[in-house]
């Protein structure tokens, strides 16, 4: 088994518009979580579906910049591409084309043998509203240490209640998982801590809970560590990414074990909100790290 850490899930362009004009942006949060953890030291691949078009090479460009391997699904509907209006506080909301709401995900000989090497696969923003998808992910990633994000966006989720199922089908295999407040509202209308709840009692080893000004906290083990959001120099620019600069950083350092104690999640999770206030400070959703 090598250290790479194998990421499934999305690749797209965001087109970001706001007061000042519009911009583009090579993104995605599984894109993001894999040139996060090249950026954090870790080797990194993604399996994403990417389009034989000019955006697709602008996101392969952008991976081969940042050392991630790049394992393409194709596409019939070409690369995928997300409108983001930005709200006075920050915070982004989507429109996502063709390409995203039919989002599709291959596993050849080349994915398989990825993810059977891997030290950990991590799935962020899958489709688990495709009970077929679904399946097929289980069976590619077979016994590998799994990670999931379910990463829920309004404008590609055809079938909440599908997805849920499928969400927590994943979920009962998997060491770690990471939620948000918005994941808990949109899939299940419940506060984030009922969510905490579930999740530990559908068997998932560690369940990392982001609270986004709130900070964020971690129940595994029986035990719950708590770190409130890292007071850096500057001001907050752009909320996008911080989730995802979360869990890269959480999972480069929990990639060969989970922690044991509430020191060494506590060096965890500190870490973590470092790297997603740095990352927070700077428009777009690439990794920053604070030195």
């Not at 506060?191 to 559908?202: A, C, H, I, N, S």
Request: hydrophobic content about 45%; charged content about 25%; aromatic content about 4%.
């Amino acid at each position: 088994m090598s250290g790479r850490v194998v990421v499934i899930g999305d690749a797209l362009i965001d087109e970001l518009r706001d007061d000042t004009g519009v911009r583009e942006f090579v993104g995605g949060a599984a894109l993001n979580v894999a040139v996060g953890l090249s950026r954090l030291g870790v080797p990194a691949s993604l399996i994403a579906m990417v389009g034989e078009d000019a955006a697709g090479e602008q996101i392969r460009a952008y991976l081969a910049e940042y050392d991630v391997d790049l394992l393409q699904s194709p596409s019939e509907h070409g690369s995928s591409r997300a409108v983001s209006t930005r709200s006075a506080g920050g915070e982004p909301e989507y429109v996502f084309n063709e390409a995203a709401q039919n989002r599709r995900v291959h596993y050849g000989d080349a994915e398989r043998a990825a993810l059977a090497d891997a030290a950990m696969v991590v799935v962020s923003c899958f489709p688990f509203d495709d009970a077929a998808q679904t399946d097929a992910l289980l069976d590619a990633v077979g016994s590998a240490s799994l990670a999931i994000d379910p990463n829920p966006r309004a404008g590609m989720l055809h079938d909440r209640e599908k997805f849920v199922r499928g969400f927590e089908k994943a979920a009962a295999h998997a060491r770690l998982v990471k939620v948000g407040e918005d994941d808990a509202q949109l899939l299940y209308g419940a506060p984030l801590d009922e969510l905490r709840e579930k999740l530990t009692g559908l068997g998932v080893d560690a369940v990392l809970a982001t609270y986004g000004a709130g900070g964020a906290a971690i129940d595994a083990g029986g035990l719950t560590v708590a770190r409130p959001i890292a007071d850096l120099s500057g001001r907050i620019v752009d909320t996008m990414g911080g989730g995802d600069a979360v869990l890269s950083t959480t999972v480069a350092l929990v990639r060969s074990g989970l922690p044991e104690d509430e020191a060494s999640w506590g060096f965890v999770l500190d870490r973590a909100m470092e790297v997603a206030a740095a990352t927070c400070r700077s428009e777009g959703a690439l990794l920053r790290i604070p030195e």
